[in-house]
């Protein structure tokens, strides 16, 4: 959530940023008049306040004298009245302002390139070249039928669509990357490894910006009459760690990798990449979190980024990194680099991970601050988020590049270990 006071003071310039995101964000100059007002209002409680501590003080004075009260005394109860009117106006406006300031963005980084598309995102560097064949590729969904580890029909049976049931090596391969990319994470990077609940309550969802937003995309839960869901992504519960606490500076940075199973109802992409399982209701994804000092959030997202390529790197998959324009920048990001991996079946690179920083815009919703001494006022941290990948998307990577003509799919080196086989092929 943005800072009204820095919306005061940077009105013009705060609309301007905001409406390189492809929107009319002139909505805030209202907020600044309400904000002007409520001001007033409190300037105004205030001064009443004053006035009846006085007036009560006199009253006390006027009974010790042994003079009549009776006026002040009535000029008391006028004055609360006035308080508490002033009071509900306050609340009100208060409300306004809150509704305004949920529904607004992140200001993009003065550093985000202006945009107004996808279309106009920006290339910033390739990793080997795109795989081609000298035969007729299988797109991986084909690849995974024939070979009988991957079954969308049991899964339709099961549940419905955009589900699928992994199966003997298919379900190894799943189970094989999640394992690798948290040991990388973790042991060569320095993450803390988290698995955190997989249901999170209405604060949490509110805390990162999943909320009010994008709720028709999540899957409701209730129990025991609360709002709860099923986890969106690890970037909810894992952020959320920290919420409404105050760190010290040798606490931070704090530095997670997390491994969940993500619920989508990707209600805004119907009709989008309907077969295999590029997009599922039920994923598995390692989720890169950092917390830092604001200074550092910048180069924070460089590392971030290097640790989610360098899984990409081991596993010898072509791929490209681009950096996001305003118009493509997500609700919470000030800035984004999406890294997309080549799909043969697609004849094009497809999102794999997505390394954001936030900035304060998610810690100022979620009250996680942090202190440099103990003389120094709290400030808000950086809060940083990236896939480190998404599991499913990696399966598919695999299957689609390192497929052979016969049908089978070659292990990338760095996983035989996990596989403990060098090739997945068709039983007899």
């Known amino acids: 959530m943005l800072d009204i006071k820095y919306i005061r ?5 705060v609309v301007s940023r905001l409406n390189q995101r492809n ?20 300037t105004e409680v205030e001064s009443l306040k004053a006035k009846r501590n006085a007036t009560s003080k006199l ?18 109860g006028s004055i609360g009245d006035e308080i508490k009117k002033l009071d509900n106006q306050k609340e009100e406006l208060e409300g306004k302002i809150l509704s305004y300031l949920v529904k607004t963005p992140n200001l993009p980084s003065t550093t985000a390139i202006c945009g107004s598309s996808e279309d106009e995102n920006v290339e910033i560097r390739q990793y080997m070249e795109a795989t081609y064949f000298d035969f007729e590729p299988k797109p991986h969904w084909d690849l995974g039928t024939n070979l009988d580890i991957l079954d969308f029909d049991r899964a339709a049976k099961i549940t419905g669509s955009r589900f699928v049931v992994y199966k003997g090596m298919g379900a190894r391969l799943e189970r094989a990357l999640i394992s690798f990319m948290m040991d990388v994470h973790s042991n060569e990077h320095g ?20 909320l009010l937003k994008f709720e028709e995309d999540m899957f409701k839960v209730e129990m025991n009459e609360k709002d709860f869901y099923l986890n969106p992504t690890a970037e909810v519960p894992t952020i959320n760690l920290h919420r409404d606490e ?4 040798e606490e931070i940075p704090k530095k ?13 992409s119907a009709g989008r990449d309907t077969r295999g399982i590029i997009r599922q209701h039920q994923f598995n994804k390692i989720e890169l979190i950092a917390i830092c000092r604001p200074e550092n959030g910048y180069d924070e997202l460089d590392v971030m980024l290097g640790h989610a390529e360098r899984i990409l790197r081991l596993l010898e998959l072509p791929y490209r990194v681009v950096e996001l324009c305003t118009g493509d920048l997500g609700f919470a990001a000030a800035k984004t680099f999406d890294i997309e ?24 919703r979620a009250g996680i601050r942090f202190k440099r001494d103990e003389t120094s006022k709290p400030e808000y941290v950086h809060t940083l988020n990236g896939s480190g990948l998404a599991v499913g998307r990696t399966v598919v990577a695999i299957l689609e590049n390192y497929q052979q003509s016969d049908g089978s799919v070659t292990i990338p080196e760095i996983l035989v270990p996990y596989m403990g086989c060098e090739k997945i092929e068709k039983k007899l």
Do not use: H
């Not at 003071?9 to 310039?13: P, T």
């Not at 209202?30 to 409190?42: S, W």
């Not at 988290?194 to 999943?210: E, F, H, K, L, W």
């Open 59 to 76: 009253i006390g004075q006027y009974k010790r004298e042994k003079k009549d009260a009776t006026e002040l005394m009535s000029s008391i």
């Open 341 to 364: 991996v080549w799909l043969p079946s697609y004849n094009e690179y497809k999102e794999i991970s997505s390394i954001s920083n936030t900035e304060e815009f998610q810690a100022r």
């Open 246 to 249: 105050l760190l010290t500076n």
């Open 256 to 268: 997670y990798v997390s491994w969940t199973t993500a619920f989508r109802k990707e209600a805004g």
């Open 23 to 42: 929107g009319d964000f002139n909505y805030l100059y209202e907020i600044i008049e309400m904000d002007k007002n409520l001001r007033i209002i409190k």
């Open 9 to 13: 003071e940077n009105i013009d310039s």
């Open 191 to 210: 993450y803390t490894e988290i698995i955190p609940p997989y249901i999170v309550n209405r604060d949490s969802m509110y805390a990162t910006g999943q």
